[in-house]
């Protein structure tokens, strides 16, 4: 079964940083993309992250690049979202997520076919 579990979120100061881990089990897939993604009320989920399995390339959405870096350790079967700088509009439950067959690295939330449970990720001003 095919189970990840996200955590490390909690309450931040603007400005402040965390590191969400993203531990992932059940899975042998030749090829894989785990993502990041964000979901704050009231708005769509929000692809902000990914990393490749194959070549370890790594695609960032604009709101976060340069605050935020991805990364992984296989031998922990974890990948990483550091995230620096935060703002208060960071603010949303943060998911990770596996698209099992990539055709190509994406963001798009459609093409993800396993998703763990979020965590709260909230910034004060």
């Known amino acids: 079964e095919v189970q990840l579990q996200a955590s490390g979120g909690g309450l931040v100061q603007a400005g402040g940083s965390l590191r969400l881990p993203c531990v992932a089990s059940?899975?042998?897939?030749?090829?894989?993309?785990i993502g990041w993604f964000r979901q704050a009320p009231g708005k769509e989920r929000e692809g902000i992250s990914c990393i490749s399995s194959s070549d370890g390339s790594t695609y960032y959405a604009d709101s976060v690049k340069g605050r935020f870096t991805i990364s992984s350790d296989n031998a922990k079967n974890t990948v990483y979202l550091q995230m620096n700088s935060l703002k208060p509009e960071d603010t949303a439950v943060y998911y990770c997520?596996?698209?099992?067959?990539?055709?190509?690295?994406?963001?798009?939330?459609?093409?993800?076919?396993?998703w763990g449970q979020g965590t709260q990720v909230t910034v004060s001003s």
């Open positions: 059940g899975f042998t897939f030749a090829d894989y993309t």
């Open positions: 997520a596996v698209d099992s067959n990539p055709n190509f690295i994406s963001l798009a939330a459609v093409v993800y076919d396993y």
